[in-house]
């Protein structure tokens, strides 16, 4: 522990985005700096921990905490009111105005970081740097063979056009199965396959859509899938010839860069980072939130372009600029820039 350089807090129990992008980041960022993580929860065994109480006793050197939640900012700051020698950073996804309490929390930060310009437009004080999420591809990669990759998901049509995220209302799946049933009338060739679960609460939504999908006569078509485990995402992706993102709000999606790294065009809303990742005709199209007639002319568009050509120039896109490796690489020279300012340390 003398010898971590940065602590992570961790403090939700539930599974979340804000958990997985950690998560995935950490074994980058620990190659650059050493590092602990505040709370035990989902961690690798191998990850060294430690805990507030220790926090507040580092007192020999300055160190970053970077926080991703109120409540870490919360104890980050006590920790530092009881004499821990930290500056503290915060990570801002937020689409949406922050409450008073928030405002005053990210007012107390030695440093900001926001992921999109899209959340960076919420913030009071526009954040110090812009550093979008990166993606791991060598988990999502192109397949040989894109069409060998569809028929081995043993969907009928002759390439898929999939969604992917749970089953509700927030994440656009209606905007999606309304647009299809529009578009596939006159095109036998795709099928759409809606990836993810469906809990208790939204079973009714989807009722209603499975309702609508057989009075178009189209249940052999757009077919809901599930819930599937995360080893299964990749190679479903990589059957699927676009991706849909039809969020209504997100903070930043991956789901984007990790079909367009799988070799997907993409069809995404006005939500999360996706206007920033998409240049609008070379990686697929974007359209506004909510806007059933500009998806189902985009989704027309798409299904008359070369979505080969299109999944290529996405895959390049991605390999340069949404990387894990270009995501851990600039957050450790903003911890270092942090940390060294005012001749710290």
């Known amino acids: ?27 980058e960022v620990r190659k650059l700096m050493p590092l602990a993580v505040m709370g035990r929860h989902h961690l690798p065994s191998s990850t060294s921990t430690i805990r507030f109480w220790d926090l507040v006793l580092l007192r020999d050197r300055t160190r970053i905490f970077h926080a991703r939640r109120n409540n870490e900012m919360i104890q980050a700051l ?56 990166g993606i791991d591809l060598e988990r999502y990669q192109p397949p040989i063979d894109k069409q060998k990759a569809w028929e081995a998901l043993g969907f009928p049509g002759e390439f898929g056009i999939g969604i992917f995220g ?34 208790p609460k939204f079973r009714d939504y989807q009722n209603t859509l499975q309702a609508k999908i057989e009075k178009a006569g189209l249940s052999k078509r757009i077919i809901f899938h599930g819930k599937k485990p995360s080893n299964a995402l990749p190679g479903l992706f990589q059957g699927m010839s676009i991706v849909a993102a ?39 199209f974007t359209v506004p939130v909510d806007d059933l007639e500009a998806t189902q002319a985009s989704l027309k568009k798409l299904l008359d372009t070369d979505l080969e050509v299109m999944g290529s120039a996405g895959r ?19 911890y270092q820039k942090i940390l060294h300012e005012d001749g710290d340390n």
């Open 1 to 27: 522990m003398e010898v971590a350089q940065l602590i992570l807090g961790n403090s939700n129990k539930r599974f979340s985005g804000v958990t997985s992008t950690m998560l995935q980041t950490l074994p």
């Open 78 to 133: 006590a920790a530092r009111k009881l004499g821990a020698k930290i500056k503290i950073i915060f990570t801002s996804t937020a689409q949406r105005h922050h409450t008073r309490f928030t405002r005053w929390l990210i007012s107390q930060m030695d440093g900001i970081i926001t992921t999109c310009s899209a959340a960076n437009s919420y913030l009071e004080t526009p954040a110090n740097i812009v550093i979008p999420h």
């Open 166 to 199: 749970r089953v509700r209302p927030s994440k656009g799946i209606d905007i999606l199965v309304d647009s299809a049933i529009h578009v596939l009338k006159n095109n036998p060739k795709p099928t759409v396959i809606i990836v993810g679960e469906t809990t």
């Open 246 to 284: 039809l969020s209504r709000n997100e903070g930043f999606g991956l789901t984007v860069p990790e079909a367009m790294a799988s070799g997907c065009a993409v069809l995404a809303s006005h939500a999360g980072a996706w206007q920033d990742i998409i240049t609008e005709g070379l990686h697929g």
């Open 316 to 334: 390049e896109h991605v390999e340069k600029h949404y990387t894990i490796q270009r995501e851990a690489k600039s957050l450790v020279d903003f």
